[in-house]
T-cell receptor, first 110, second 112 residues
Framework: GEDVEQSLFLSVREGDSSVINCTYT??????LYWYKQEPGAGLQLLTY?????DMKQDQRLTVLLNKKDKHLSLRIADTQTGDSAIYFC??????????FGGGTRLMVKP | DGGITQSPKYLFRKEGQNVTLSCEQN?????MYWYRQDPGQGLRLIYY???????QKGDIAEGYSVSREKKESFPLTVTSAQKNPTAFYLC???????????FGQGTRLTVV
């Protein structure tokens, strides 16, 4: 089955850019997603990218997709303390099920 | 407002008891899912249902059961056969296909 991997932890200073990385294994994944989870809450969709795109920008968020290397990244510009959360990468696979990575905990220091 | 609601937010279970977690959605979504989240880990799929009266096992279905008698509702029962049930449980719904999944706020289950 699909494997989605992320680093566990990222710490940045307020105002810096954050880059969260993700790798996946199923080259047939059609959509790749980034979800945000705040403490004690469910997941909220931040953004997604279709597999035939290289890049998608949405305000402070930039998603880069390297389909050849099966590598996805989420860049958050001008990171704020309110961006502190766990970020999950997810890929769809056969049967249109989502496989989630383990989540990256982003800590933003003032 | 449309959304997906899980209840209760916190649940305590004694060893050997079955408990049922509620998940209700008014988004008219056909597909519903249950995930388990352990500290520092990602989401693992327990069960999913793509249509009423049908459901499939996910990666970690042992010790759990579900029903899907109504489109809006997908309750999860954690049975006494689940040896390590303490976790955060998330329900989600979506239109089948590559699309956004909407998540509930989660239920934290603790065995006491």
């Amino acid at each position: 089955g699909e494997d989605v991997e992320q680093s566990l932890f990222l710490s940045v200073r307020e105002g810096d850019s954050s880059v969260i990385n993700c790798t996946y294994t199923d080259s047939s994944s059609t959509y790749l997603y980034w979800y945000k989870q705040e403490p004690g809450a469910g997941l909220q969709l931040l953004t997604y990218i279709f597999s035939n795109m290289d890049m998608k920008q949405d305000q402070r968020l930039t998603v880069l997709l390297n389909k050849k290397d099966k590598h996805l990244s989420l860049r958050i510009a001008d990171t704020q303390t309110g961006d502190s959360a766990i970020y999950f990468c997810a890929a769809d696979n056969a049967g249109n099920m989502l496989t989630f990575g383990g989540g990256t905990r982003l800590m933003v220091k003032p | 407002d449309g959304g997906i609601t899980q209840s209760p937010k916190y649940l305590f279970r004694k060893e050997g008891q079955n408990v049922t977690l509620s998940c209700e959605q008014n988004l008219n979504h056909d597909a519903m899912y249950w995930y388990r989240q352990d500290p520092g880990q990602g989401l693992r799929l327990i069960y999913y249902s793509q249509i009423v009266n049908d459901f499939q096992k996910g990666d970690i279905a042992e010790g759990y059961s579900v029903s899907r008698e109504k489109k809006e509702s997908f309750p999860l029962t954690v049975t006494s056969a689940q040896k390590n049930p303490t976790a955060f449980y998330l329900c989600a719904s979506s239109i089948p296909g590559p699309t956004e999944a909407f998540f509930g706020q989660g239920t934290r289950l603790t065995v006491v």
